[in-house]
């Protein structure tokens, strides 16, 4: 039986954008005051102008730390894991009511038309939550799992 062997496919921002746009599910690193990483599985997002988005609370570590320190990574999964990538940037974080706009494209982008957007924004004030964007500076390969290739034939 052939074996399945890893790749790890350097890409465009362009090709990176259309890996992005249907995966929702990612880890999110952000820096802890020592330095140290925090990690949070987040359901995300691209916006329009190619930021990956998150919606959260303005308490969670995540926010926290972003508003400190911007410098994030996100490891982007495939609903089976397989394959993935990871992408640094700096975030920002906005908060309810100047976020409303960008949770509307959040949710148009990731789920489509809300049957009652009014209803939308005013659950989101109501929540009290905030939106982390974060713009991409640099991303590694996009990758699968398997066999070096060296074992190709074993």
């Not at 100047?98 to 949770?103: H, I, K, T, V």
């Not at 957007?117 to 398997?146: H, L, N």
Request: net charge negative.
């Amino acid at each position: 039986m052939a074996r399945t062997i890893a790749r790890a496919d350097r890409v465009s921002r362009e090709e990176l954008l259309e890996f992005l746009r249907p995966r929702n599910r990612a880890i999110l690193s952000t820096r802890r005051r020592d330095g140290s990483p925090q990690m949070s599985p987040v359901t995300c997002g691209i916006d329009d102008a190619g930021r990956v988005v998150v919606s959260t609370y303005p308490e969670r570590a995540k926010a926290r730390n972003a508003r400190r320190d911007p410098r994030v990574s996100l490891c982007v999964l495939s609903e089976d894991w397989d394959p993935w990538v990871q992408v640094d940037g700096s975030a920002e974080v906005l908060d309810v009511p100047e976020a409303l706009d960008a949770f509307v494209e959040y949710y148009r982008n990731i789920a489509g038309e809300h049957p009652d957007w009014d209803e939308y924004r005013a659950a989101m004030v109501a929540q009290g939550k905030c939106f982390i964007r974060v713009t991409i500076d640099s991303w590694g390969p996009i990758a699968t799992g398997g066999f070096p290739a060296r074992l190709a034939d074993s």
